[in-house]
């Protein structure tokens, strides 16, 4: 689950399941990332989500290294499914 960030908590909040992702990958100024030497800077930080029966969802973030851990987490997670 995850939200738009506002000063009163999440709002616009959607929902998927690991299950249902194929991929997923860091997108740093629209461009896929190597997640082990990501750059330094960058205005667009999105994690992508490729799902399997549904349009990508791109969630947000402010930071690179702290988008770079939660996408390792992620597909780390994601291979129980695999």
Known sequence: TWGKPTRSGPVNLQTFSLKDVQSLRLLVNDSAVD?????????????EFLLK?????????????????????LQQELQRFL
């Not at 030497?37 to 667009?44: I, L, Q, T, V």
């Not at 029966?53 to 987490?73: N, R």
């Open 35 to 47: 997640l082990e030497n990501p750059p330094n800077s960058g205005s667009a930080i999105v994690l």
């Open 53 to 73: 029966d549904a349009e990508a969802v791109q969630v947000p973030f402010t930071e690179i290294p702290l988008a770079t851990k939660w996408c390792q987490h």
